[in-house]
């Protein structure tokens, strides 16, 4: 499996960004695409998660850490597997290198790192003030 995390950038705080994440490879059953963040000097935190079911995203079926609820919103498509994160009302603490990833997890969601079987390459994301 590949994953190809692309849109980052440089914007201002309030902005808004949306980064994608093609997957390219095998396919599997039931698995969940997710979204990461790495901070500078911080541990890989867990951004968002959304669940597939063979080549089709169950956009309802979605998770997020708290402090972006309300400001992102990830979503895929199917016919591109690709997925998204929408993210709005950015803050300089948005600040990070962000990596999509892949769960094998048949079923729920999982925040850790380790629970995530294939990572794509960062894109980053800086949010001035």
């Known amino acids: 499996v590949q994953l190809q995390a692309s849109g980052g950038g440089l914007t201002q705080a309030g902005d808004s960004l949306r980064l994608s994440c093609t997957r390219s490879?095998?396919?599997?059953?039931?698995?969940?695409l997710g979204w990461f963040r790495q901070a500078p000097g911080k541990e890989r935190e867990f951004v968002a998660s959304?669940?597939?079911?063979?080549?089709?995203?169950?956009?309802?079926?979605?998770y997020y850490t708290d402090s972006v609820k309300g400001r992102f919103t990830i979503s895929g498509s199917s016919a591109k597997n690709a997925v998204y994160l929408q993210m709005n009302s950015l803050k300089p603490e948005d600040t990070a290198v962000y990596y999509c990833a892949a769960s094998l997890r048949q079923s729920g969601f999982s925040s850790e790192p380790a629970d995530y079987n294939y990572w794509g390459q960062g894109t980053e994301v800086t949010v001035s003030s």
């Open positions: 490879g095998r396919t599997f059953g039931r698995y969940a």
């Open positions: 959304i669940r597939w079911v063979g080549g089709g995203v169950i956009g309802s079926s979605t």
